[in-house]
Each structure stands twice: as C-alpha cells, then as structure tokens.
C-alpha cells in the first residue's frame, strides 16, 4: 500500500469541515505511489487568489491542485475552497461530506496526473472517482449527470 504524508491545514472559518482524519481516509483511499502532500482548506478570497494567480481564471473554485515533483514520490498541494464546496452541496442536495470526500478524491487524482481537458481524459477520471468514492460508502458524484444525459437521449 502506498504511504501518505499529509498535512491539513484548516484556513476557513466555514463550518461542516470534515475532521482531519477524513481527509486522510479518502486520499489514502486514492493513492497508486508514495504521496506527499498538504491540503488546505480556505475561504473565498484565498482560493479567488490562487485561481486567478495560478490559472487567470478570476473566482474562486472547489478544488485546485498544484503538483510540485514526481519523484522520488508525488508531491504537492490541494486546496478546498470551503465556502464553494458548501454552496456546490446544497445545490446538488449531497451531504457536504460525501462533496468534499469527492472533491479530495478529484484533487489527489490530479496530484496522480489525471485530467479531464478532453472526453476520454474525463470519462476516465470520472469513473476512478465515481469508483473510489462509492468504495468510502458515499453516492456516485455524477449521478444526477448521468440521470440528465439518460433523460436527454430518451428524449
């Protein structure tokens, strides 16, 4: 099994942020190498900041990941903007824990070199996660997806 060195690191004041021991679980539920990382939990204007310094895209989002070496083992850094993580889970109707459990899943998938720029990169990633998350005893993430697009080709 591979080892996980992690650090939480708690920058929000939000509540219904899962115990540190959760965010362990998923992630170490996700590795396929030797990992190290730190996941930070951040408000608005935290991940608002990085999302527009790091990618141009000026909002805060869910989830970004910055990978940092491959080697010797993975390294890198997560961050979980609480406040959307929140936001996201009300308006899909998810327990917020099974949201971020997704989301940390998705994260350290990206820290692996996973992506979802094209459709077979997504479906790929999609099912990883879907798997891994329904393996923690959570609901498939994309379930309400997958009923839309069955709705639409029905239709």
């Not at 679980?25 to 190290?36: G, I, N, P, Q, S």
């Not at 935290?46 to 990978?67: I, S």
């Not at 890198?76 to 099974?98: F, H, N, S, T, Y």
């Not at 692996?112 to 959570?138: F, N, S, W």
Request: hydrophobic letters at 40%; charged letters at 30%; a negative charge.
């Amino acid at each position: 099994m591979p080892r996980l060195a992690m650090d939480v690191q708690v920058a929000s004041e939000a509540a219904n942020i899962p115990a540190d021991k959760l965010f362990r679980k998923w992630a170490r539920a996700t590795l396929r190498v030797d990992t190290e990382l730190a996941l930070r939990i951040v408000d608005e204007d935290e991940g608002r900041a990085l999302n527009r310094d790091y990618r141009g895209k000026d909002y805060a989002t869910n989830v970004l990941t910055f990978p940092l070496t491959e080697e010797p083992h993975l390294m890198g850094d997560i961050i979980l903007c609480a406040p959307v993580v929140a936001r996201e889970a009300a308006e899909q109707g998810k327990p917020i824990e099974a949201h971020y459990a997704h989301l940390t899943v998705h994260g350290v998938l990206h820290l692996h070199g996973y992506d979802h720029e094209t459709e077979p990169q997504a479906e790929l990633m999609e099912g990883l996660e879907t798997e891994i998350v329904t393996k923690l005893g959570y609901s498939d993430p994309y379930a309400a997806e997958k009923t839309e697009l069955t709705k639409k080709a029905i239709a």
